[in-house]
Every structure is written in structure tokens, then in C-alpha cells.
Nanobody
Framework: QVQLVESGGGLVQAGGSLRLSCAAS????????MGWYRQAPGKQRELVAY???????WYRESVKGRFTISRDNAKNTVYLQMNSLKPEDTAVYYC???????????WGQGTQVTVSS
């Protein structure tokens, strides 16, 4: 069964923190780098961070030093710890394999993150 289930979003004030989780099916998670993506209203989906199976990571410049991506290979789960949140971080956050969806055009429902000023 193909599955991506994101959770952990919510409404938070600027400067606050959230931890996102994504439970993935093995067909998506195993052997793949996993990424967090986000899509703000009226904008295209963008890559936020990714992590390889061995733990190496990459972050977009605007979140460096604030966000931390990690994965639990035993649980097929990827996390995104978000600290010092800013209003411009407001978006729907999705996880998926990187650099492209392991299952063509398949995305989960995402989790909404709203940061108030």
C-alpha cells in the first residue's frame, strides 16, 4: 500500500516551534532520500530540506539554522523540527522521496503550518 501521512502542523506565533512527522510506506521510504516540501498560497511547491538514508542533509538557505530534518529508518518516518518560525514559513508541508516522487504523481494530504506575526 502506498502511503504518506504528514502530521504535526498547526497555528503558532512567530518565534515558536513545531515538529512535523511523516509516516511513509516502505515502497516510498526504503532506499530513498526523503524530503520535506512546502507550498504557500499562490506559489509553487518548493523543497525545504532532504535527508539521505545515511543521515546526510541539505536545507534551503531560508531555513538553515532553524529547521532540522531527520529520519527513523526502522519506522519509515521522517521528521522536520522547525524552530524560530517566521510568518513566511506559512504553507502546507508535504513529505516525499527526493529528488522526485517514488510513486509517480503521488503526494500525501500535507499538514498546514500557519505562523502568525
Amino acid at each position: 500500500q502506498v502511503q504518506l501521512v504528514e502530521s504535526g502542523g498547526g497555528l503558532v506565533q512567530a518565534g515558536g516551534s513545531l515538529r512535523l512527522s511523516c509516516a511513509a510506506s516502505g515502497s516510498i521510504f526504503s532506499g530513498n532520500a526523503m524530503g520535506w516540501y512546502r507550498q504557500a498560497p499562490g506559489k509553487q511547491r518548493e523543497l525545504v530540506a532532504y535527508v539521505f538514508g545515511g543521515g546526510s542533509t541539505w536545507y534551503r538557505e531560508s531555513v538553515k539554522g532553524r529547521f532540522t530534518i531527520s529520519r527513523d529508518n526502522a519506522k519509515n518516518t521522517v521528521y522536520l523540527q522547525m524552530n524560530s518560525l517566521k510568518p513566511e514559513d506559512t504553507a502546507v508541508y508535504y513529505c516525499n522521496s527526493y529528488p522526485y516522487p517514488a510513486v509517480r504523481n503521488y503526494w500525501g494530504q500535507g499538514t498546514q503550518v500557519t505562523v502568525s506575526s
